[in-house]
């Protein structure tokens, strides 16, 4: 799968996708550090990338249509002591 990783994510995340064979370029590889959440989306639309995300602003479905993307991927950390890390939130 193609991925877009928004900059509110880690370069190791990167790295995990990168080796289950995903297709995975970031915010940060493409020196869009501090652009709008617009631009982000759009990049990924154009690209044709899943956004994955921290940023709960990329969840609002009115501004980021699901159906104009491959989609947003929306996630945050569980509270501590909870094994699986992270939970999907928005697709």
Known sequence: MRFK???NLSRSVAEMFRTRGHDVMTVRDQELQ????EQV???SVREGRTLVTLDRDLGQV???PPA??????RDRP???GNSSGSRRTDT
């Open 78 to 80: 569980w509270p501590a």
């Open 68 to 73: 104009a993307s491959a989609g947003n991927r």
């Open 34 to 37: 501090g652009a709008s959440d």
């Open 5 to 7: 990783l928004d900059e």
């Open 62 to 64: 009115l501004r980021f």
């Open 41 to 43: 989306f759009e990049v």
